[in-house]
C-alpha cells in the first residue's frame, strides 16, 4: 500500500488561489478514479476537482471556506502501489470540471449535516456516554457536533444549540434522547411561567459562515463601497404612455417574448449614452484611467437562490425590444439554474437593477466596479398628478442613478437622468432613428 498526496490543480490562466466550498468526500471513504474530490471556486467560477486515482482518503487538506494556493495538498490517498510524493493532473487527465459559475455550494451547515467531518488532528469524542443532554462548553472551532438532519431539525425547530450539548449516543453523536433530556429540564425550569399568549420562548442562535459566491459579492459590494463615492440622483417619471406602449406591444406578440420593463429601460439607457458617452465607462483608479466603451454591454442585477448575480446583455445598442427581452431572460435562467458562462457574468460597461414590484420609492444602487453607473429601477404605482387644472391618476416610477463622482459630475449625472426620464416618458423617441 502506499500514500500519496493529490494537490490543487492549476484551474485557470493567473489563478494562484482559490477558495475551497464544498467536500465531496471524508476520511475513510473509499473512491474510484475520476470521483469528485472537492469543488473550489475562483472569480466567479466554481471548479470541481476529480481523483486522479482510487483509494481510501486519509486526510483533508483545509476546510470549507478556507483558501488554498495552486500546488497545496488537497486531499492524502491510501491506495494499492508505491507511494507517491505527489499526484498533480497532467496533460493526459481531463482538467477540472467547471460547475455553473453562478452556483453556490450548500450552507456549511447542509454539508456537515450529510458529510459530518472526521478531522485527523481532532480525534473523535470518548465513547463513553456522559449523561444525556449535558450541557458543556462550545466545541473548538471546526468541529462539528455529530447529529443526523432529523435531530438537527428537531433541534433547529426548538431553539436548541446542540453545539452547547454532550451525546449520549456512539462517539458523543446527540440523540433524540438527549433532546427529550433538555426538553424535559427546560419545561420543569419553566413551570409556571408560561407567558398566558401559550407562546415559548425562543432560544440559541445560528452562526453562517459567508463562503463561495455569497462571499464574492460581499468583497465586490465591500470595495465599491469603500472605494467609490457615490452620487445619487432620485427622479419620478410618469410611465402611463410607456405601459400603453408596452400593453399594446404585448398583446400584439404573438410567440415572441413578453415585454417586462426592462427592455425598455435598456433601449432607453442606450439612446442616453449616445450623448452621454462617458457613462459607460470603467474607472481604473489605481492608473488614474477612464475607458470609454462604444459597445453598451449592459449588466441585468438578477437575484438567484445563491445570490446577486450580474449576467450581462452583450451589445445591448444591436437589439430591438423582443430581443431584448428573450436575451434578458435567457440570461436570468440561465444565472438562476446556475448555467452562465464566465462570459455571460463578467464584462459589462453600464447595470441596470430592478427590484420590480418589491421595489421601494427610491433605492440608492451601488455602482458594479469598476463602472461609473448604475441605473436602478424601483415600483410604479398610480398617483393623482396635477395636470395644471385638475388631478388625473398617472403611472408614476421613481429611477434612482448612482455615479462615480471622482469622475461624474453632479450636473453631468443629473442631465443623463434627465435623459433618461424624458426617453421613457415619450417612449417612441427610445425608437427614432438618428438624423443623419
Not at 429611477?399 to 463622482?405: M, Q
Amino acid at each position: 500500500m502506499g500514500i500519496s498526496n493529490i494537490k490543487v490543480p492549476d484551474v485557470g490562466e493567473g489563478v494562484a488561489e482559490v477558495e475551497l466550498i464544498e467536500w465531496h468526500v471524508k476520511p475513510g471513504d473509499h473512491i474510484r478514479e475520476d470521483d469528485v474530490l472537492a469543488a473550489v471556486m475562483t472569480d466567479k467560477a466554481t471548479v470541481e476537482i476529480p481523483s486522479l486515482f482510487g483509494g481510501t482518503i486519509v486526510s483533508l487538506g483545509g476546510e470549507i471556506g478556507e483558501t488554498l494556493l495552486v500546488g497545496s495538498v488537497l486531499v492524502t490517498i491510501e491506495h494499492e502501489g508505491e507511494s507517491r510524493v505527489s499526484a498533480e493532473p497532467s496533460s493526459e487527465k481531463a482538467p477540472p470540471v467547471p460547475l455553473a459559475t453562478a452556483s453556490e455550494p450548500k450552507p456549511a451547515s447542509a454539508e456537515r449535516d450529510e458529510n459530518p467531518p472526521v478531522s485527523a488532528a481532532r480525534p473523535l469524542q470518548s465513547s463513553v456516554p456522559p449523561p444525556a443532554g449535558t450541557a458543556s462548553a462550545p466545541r473548538p472551532e471546526g468541529q462539528p457536533p455529530l447529529a443526523s438532519p432529523a435531530v438537527r431539525a428537531r433541534a433547529r425547530k426548538a431553539g436548541i444549540d446542540i453545539r452547547q450539548m454532550r451525546g449520549s449516543g456512539p462517539a458523543g453523536r446527540i440523540v433524540n434522547a438527549d433532546l427529550d433530556a433538555v426538553f424535559a429540564s427546560s419545561t420543569a425550569d419553566a413551570a409556571g411561567a408560561v407567558p398566558r399568549s401559550g407562546r415559548g420562548r425562543r432560544q440559541g442562535s445560528e452562526t453562517i459562515r459567508i463562503i463561495g459566491l455569497r462571499r464574492k459579492i460581499a468583497d465586490r459590494m465591500a470595495l465599491a463601497n469603500a472605494r467609490i463615492p457615490h452620487i445619487t440622483v432620485v427622479e419620478e417619471v410618469d410611465v402611463t404612455a410607456l405601459e400603453e406602449l408596452r400593453a399594446t406591444m404585448n398583446a400584439t406578440r404573438g410567440a415572441r417574448p413578453k415585454l417586462t420593463m426592462l427592455p425598455f429601460m435598456a433601449a432607453a439607457c442606450c439612446r442616453a449614452l449616445v450623448d452621454h458617452p462617458e457613462m459607460n465607462a470603467h474607472f481604473d483608479d489605481d492608473a488614474g484611467i477612464v475607458t470609454r466603451h462604444n459597445p453598451v454591454h449592459i449588466g441585468i442585477a438578477t437575484m438567484t437562490d445563491s445570490g446577486l448575480v450580474v449576467p450581462v446583455l452583450r451589445h445591448a445598442e444591436a437589439y430591438g425590444p423582443y430581443a431584448t427581452a428573450g436575451e434578458i431572460g435567457r440570461l436570468a435562467e440561465a444565472a438562476r439554474t446556475g448555467k452562465a458562462t464566465r462570459d455571460e457574468l463578467t464584462g459589462s460597461t453600464i447595470t441596470i437593477s430592478s427590484l420590480g414590484p418589491l421595489g421601494a420609492i427610491a433605492t440608492t444602487p451601488i455602482i458594479n466596479h469598476p463602472e461609473v453607473a448604475i441605473l436602478g429601477v424601483n415600483k410604479m404605482a398610480v398617483r393623482p398628478m396635477w395636470d395644471g387644472s385638475q388631478f388625473v391618476p398617472r403611472k408614476m416610477m421613481n429611477i434612482s442613478a448612482s455615479f462615480d463622482h471622482r469622475v461624474i459630475d453632479g450636473w453631468d449625472a443629473a442631465r443623463f437622468v434627465q435623459r433618461i426620464k424624458q426617453l421613457l416618458e415619450a417612449p417612441a423617441l427610445i425608437f427614432m432613428e438618428d438624423e443623419a
